[in-house]
């Protein structure tokens, strides 16, 4: 820990602040402007967010690409809020759901020049918050009101260049179906964000490298059994492999709907419901295909001592993030179970648009 703050927050700590404030609504003094998540922003908030000055929306890339809007800054759009739009009209431009029923929501007049930084830092911490990627920006007063947390745009963005690190926290055996000898390990990163786990199974034989798989954490597939998706039926396989060969590693990622969050996925899953596939819905909703942070990863492997893996997975990503990351991949062990004829489309998409092996 730096000694500058020793007792106050450290800058990884006040963005983690800025993430849990964006969730209740709060705004975050980024720089020397107020920014709020879109999504969580009450009335009132906005209100008083309208009598500081002219209000800027800031929206990704995508997200503006489907709404037709001019992008001057590559991945974001800065889009001016007229005075007489409300909640409804922000709501409207953040959230796809009723793109196909009203698709008109213009004119939207973009702005241009200036620093667009701190539109890209709103953006990249209502993205960690797992809300929708829009947030509502003004200037700051000056002085600014006391009790806001304050982040620096650059500290913002460069939080996501920064590996994390992870401090292991507890560990116990866990009998399994799959295989008795099991044992859960519980990471937690030092930033505060979310804990991911580790389930080692068997003896370790450091002789040769071991059977391993990095699970996303998918709620509806490794839970509810949806048939969406293949996750539950790659889930139970992969422990039930490595049960078989008597030792292995499946780390379960904290990366709900590939980073998106849970709520986010429900959403593209109402778009995919609308026709659009699993990539289009999550570039309407204005994220990426794949918002997941694959060094995770490797850093838990790492922290866990192995540096050489054969990794379960039909993703040849995950294959070369590990490599990049200095974990030796000798062999991929394609995992292909659980097709059925609801997620015949999703995998086809995947190995289209994601470049997944069917
Ligand atoms: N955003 C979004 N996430 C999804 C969707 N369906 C499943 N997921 C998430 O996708 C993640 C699983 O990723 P996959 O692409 O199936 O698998 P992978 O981990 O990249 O590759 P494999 O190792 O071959 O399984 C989990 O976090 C799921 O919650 C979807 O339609 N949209
Ligand atoms: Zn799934």
Redesign the pocket.
């Known amino acids: 820990m730096n000694g500058d703050f020793t007792l106050g927050p450290s800058p990884a700590e006040r963005l983690n602040r800025a993430r849990a404030d964006m969730r209740m609504g709060l705004p975050v003094l980024i720089s020397d402007h107020l920014v709020a998540a879109v999504e969580t922003l009450s009335p009132e908030r906005l209100a008083a967010l309208r009598a500081l000055g002219p209000l800027t929306l800031c929206l990704t890339a995508r997200r503006a690409g489907t709404l037709k809007a001019r992008v001057y800054d590559a991945d974001v759009a800065r889009i001016r809020m007229p005075d007489d739009a409300d909640l409804l009209w922000l709501r409207a431009l953040a959230d796809p759901a009723d793109d196909l029923r009203v698709p008109m929501k213009g004119p939207l007049e973009a702005l241009r020049g200036g620093d667009a930084d701190l539109a890209r830092a709103g953006i990249r911490l209502a993205k960690s918050a797992q809300l929708l990627p829009a947030a509502l920006m003004v200037a700051a007063p000056d002085p600014a009101p006391d009790g806001l947390t304050r982040v620096a745009a650059r500290e913002a963005l460069e939080a996501a260049d920064i590996p994390q690190a992870f401090t292991p926290v507890s560990a116990a055996r866990v009998p399994m179906r799959a295989a008795e000898a099991g044992r859960l390990h519980i990471f937690r990163p030092d930033d505060g964000a979310e804990e991911h786990y580790a389930i080692e199974i068997g003896q370790r034989d450091r002789s040769k490298p071991v059977l391993a798989r990095?699970h996303?954490?998918?709620f509806t597939?490794d839970v509810l059994g949806s048939l969406?998706?293949?996750?539950g039926p790659?889930l139970d396989a992969a422990l039930t492999l490595m049960g078989h060969e008597g030792a292995g590693i499946l780390l379960y990622l904290n990366?709900?709907?590939?980073g998106?969050g849970l709520a986010n996925?429900m959403r593209?899953?109402s778009l995919?419901d609308q026709g659009f596939d699993?990539v289009e819905?999550?570039h309407r909703l204005g994220f990426e295909d794949d918002e997941r942070d694959f060094r995770i990863g490797a850093a838990l492997l790492r922290k866990l001592g192995f540096s050489r893996v054969r990794l379960l997975?039909?993703?040849p990503a995950?294959v070369a993030m590990l490599e990049a990351n200095g974990i030796a991949v000798t062999e991929r062990v394609p995992?292909k179970v659980g097709m059925s004829r609801h997620n015949e489309a999703?995998l086809a998409t995947?190995a289209a648009k994601s470049g997944?092996i069917l």
């Open positions: 990095l996303s954490a998918c597939g969406k998706c293949d996750c790659q990366q709900e709907g590939r998106i996925k593209a899953y995919q699993t819905a999550n997975t039909n993703n995950k995992l999703y995947k997944h």
